[in-house]
């Protein structure tokens, strides 16, 4: 069965600071990867996603996220954040052929001024 | 604009009545879901939807019911049989192949 880990349920970060979010998987083929973003009250927009290729994606927002089979990971960076970035952030793991998407269960990401 | 439309955004109904959420796409997507979202549990898989008239169920499929007439519609009604049903529910839909899911604004249910 699949699953994803988000390990951290809330990160407080200083604006202009770094911001890491990470994303661990347990899928039994090649994953398809995904990083959405939800501000409250709102749906999940997409940031990103990994099919295949170079393991460092680049996203919308300036993030990025780099994939790690050998950890089962699919970490999410940002080099500096603003106050905009303060949301929910989801990892999400499935397959291309229509079935099921799994979803961790969120990083609420607070950014102090 | 293409885009999924959920109604209605505010729900309040009171304990043992039936409700249905409407979820609209204009995507051509084959495929669609419905999640539940609470505080802190991420997103749940309720049902989903890869092609007209056939529907699977998700995890949590105990005590909800789903319908796929139309490509473009995938409604979902929340039974009396729902032992907890205040929660945000989320339509998305997917064209296969792409892995993308795209999603609607979200319903937030209430029940009294």
């Known amino acids: 069965a699949q699953s994803v880990t988000q390990p951290d349920i809330h990160i407080t970060v200083s604006e202009g600071a770094s911001l890491e979010l990470r994303c661990n998987y347990s899928?039994?083929?090649?994953?398809?990867l995904f990083w959405y973003v939800q501000s409250p009250g709102q749906g999940l927009q997409l940031l990103l996603k990994y099919f295949s290729g170079d393991t460092l994606v680049q996203g919308i927002k300036g993030f990025e996220a780099e994939f790690k089979r050998s950890q089962s990971s699919f970490n999410l960076r940002k080099p500096s954040v603003h106050w905009s970035d303060a949301a929910e952030y989801f990892c999400a793991v499935g397959a291309a052929a229509g079935n099921k998407l799994t979803f961790g269960g969120g990083t609420r990401v607070l950014v102090k001024p | 604009d293409g885009g999924i439309t959920q109604s209605p955004k505010y729900l309040f109904r009171k304990e043992g009545q039936n409700v249905t959420l409407s979820c609209e796409q204009n995507l051509n997507h084959d495929a669609m879901y419905w999640y539940r979202q609470d505080p802190g549990q991420g997103l749940r898989l309720i049902y989903y939807?890869?092609?007209?008239?056939?529907?699977q169920k998700g995890d949590i499929a105990e005590g909800y019911s789903v319908s796929r007439e139309k490509k473009e519609s995938f409604p979902l009604t929340v039974t009396s049989a729902q032992k907890n049903p205040t929660a945000f529910y989320l339509c998305?839909?997917?064209?296969?192949?792409?892995?993308?899911?795209?999603f609607g604004e979200g319903s937030r249910l209430t029940v009294l």
């Open positions: 998305g839909s997917r064209q296969v192949g792409t892995g993308e899911l795209f």
């Open positions: 899928y039994g083929a090649t994953p398809y």
């Open positions: 939807s890869q092609i007209v008239n056939d529907f």
